[in-house]
């Protein structure tokens, strides 16, 4: 197995305003870049050669990756003129592929965070001689995904898309977003057009015999798509709950960048990380919580599980909790931010202007 596609060229709406200026796999979780996390995982599986499909600000990844040997791979780029959907963004990497007609291609989606057995997903690719083989995990509430029923077997027998009744669930098994396919297939992926892996082309190749294989791995799994999850995922690779080769320090309860100021008596728990330039004053208590790069925690401020983004500053004591922070925007002292409210990047709150706010 040598070869992966990176689907990255999704717009983050749903993490805005993370991503108004830094696309979702940029954004720093556990103190480097997300993307830089599935990187460093596939390589440790034994991918070398990985092409990004990128779209929505494009530029920003080359500069930062190049051309991947710092990493120990060889990345390509292939940007989309138009977004093309999770199908169309395959086949439209196609030409850069090596493989053979036969040999696998290993696809994920670049906003979920894993500790998926890679190895053991091609292994059941390769043994059960499927066309497309797909990590399936199990959730409480699938109502918000796709499920993927199996036979006995693994093998995949329908694919059922975000079901609503009780009738309709009928697995607690999901698509979880990382997929083998046979190089050959992904050439019938209709090309120039948006097309979706999820409502058109595993059903296509289902109605038409195709072989689809399931691998169910319940190990740990979080699609990183709201603010919330992106900060539990922080957390999480912080402490070690999820796997990653690449987080820059030893886990534990807390990662400070080199280049971070934080007071002594700063109190920093749960996975907290602070980025390089930010700055924690003292008394300032910071719980399961993400601080960009460059940013400015007030005396005796009080964040818990929330994310203030690049250059942000919070005055002193106030209090944020499951609160978003764009860059660069202004909290004044002795405010109250709470249950999912998100501060547009720049924006500028007075002293004691917002006591408390529900999700906007």
Known sequence: MTEAILLVGGKGT??????????KPMVPAAGVPFLTHQLARARAAGVDHIVLATSYLAEVFEPHFGDGSSLGLHLEYVTE???????GAIRNVASRLRSAPDEPVLIFNGDILTGLDIEALVETHTTSGADVSLHLTR??????????PTDATGRVT??????QTPEEIVTDQINAGAYVFRRS?????????PVSVERETFPDLLASGAHLQGMVDSTYWLDLGTPQAFVRGSADLVQGRAPSPAVPGRCGDRLVLATATVAPDAKLTDGTVIGEGAVVAEGARISGSTILDGAVV????????????????????TVL??????????????????DGIRIWCDAVLPDASVRFSSDQ
């Open 14 to 23: 749903r993490l805005r305003p993370l991503t108004v200026n830094t696309p």
């Open 81 to 87: 003129e138009e977004p093309l959907g999770t199908g």
């Open 139 to 148: 959730v409480e509430d699938p109502r918000a995904f796709g499920l993927v």
């Open 158 to 163: 329908a694919f059922l898309e975000k079901p």
């Open 185 to 193: 297939v992904i050439d019938t992926i209709p090309a120039g057009r």
């Open 298 to 317: 007030g005396p005796g401020a009080v964040i818990t599980d929330s994310l203030v983004g690049v250059g942000a500053r919070i005055g002193a004591r």
């Open 321 to 338: 909790s499951e609160a978003v922070i764009g860059d660069g925007a202004r909290v004044g002292a002795d405010n109250e931010l709470r």
